[in-house]
Nanobody
Framework: QVQLVESGGGLVQAGGSLRLSCAAS????????MGWFRQAPGKEREFVAV???????YYADSAKGRFTISRDNAKNTVSLQMNSLKPADTAVYYC???????????????????WGQGTQVTVSS
């Protein structure tokens, strides 16, 4: 069983930055593609960013140029650096793990095997 624990959420003013982290309790972390999704009130969960096992990264258009995803396989962690935050970024952010996932399937939440409990990010105007 894989457990994912997010941290780093909080309240920030527009234009500010936050760094989310996700710690995974798993023996073969490098076998997982790691993604970040978010869900705002009344909206569906949406893709934010993913880092594949190879280190290749993909971003939602809303995140490009502002967010950076990275992973540390030695520490079993994945991070999401979020800069130039906007009120529209307000949501619960979820870390997710996809065992041996690759390609375009990484953009779909249904492809992921494990999910964290989420961390709230609130951006005030």
């Amino acid at each position: 069983q894989v457990q994912l624990v997010e941290s780093g959420g909080g309240l920030v003013q527009a234009g500010g930055s936050l760094r989310l982290s996700c710690a995974a309790s798993v023996r073969t972390f490098s076998s997982y593609a790691m993604g970040w999704f978010r869900q705002a009130p009344g909206k569906e969960r949406e893709f934010v960013a993913v880092i594949a096992r190879s280190g290749t990264t993909y971003y939602a258009d809303s995140a490009k140029g502002r967010f950076t995803i990275s992973r540390d396989n030695a520490k079993n962690t994945v991070s999401l650096q979020m800069n130039s935050l906007k009120p529209a970024d307000t949501a619960v952010y979820y870390c997710a793990a996809d065992y041996l996932g690759s390609g375009s399937s990484l953009l779909r939440s249904t492809s992921y095997d494990y999910w964290g409990q989420g961390t709230q990010v609130t951006v005030s105007s």
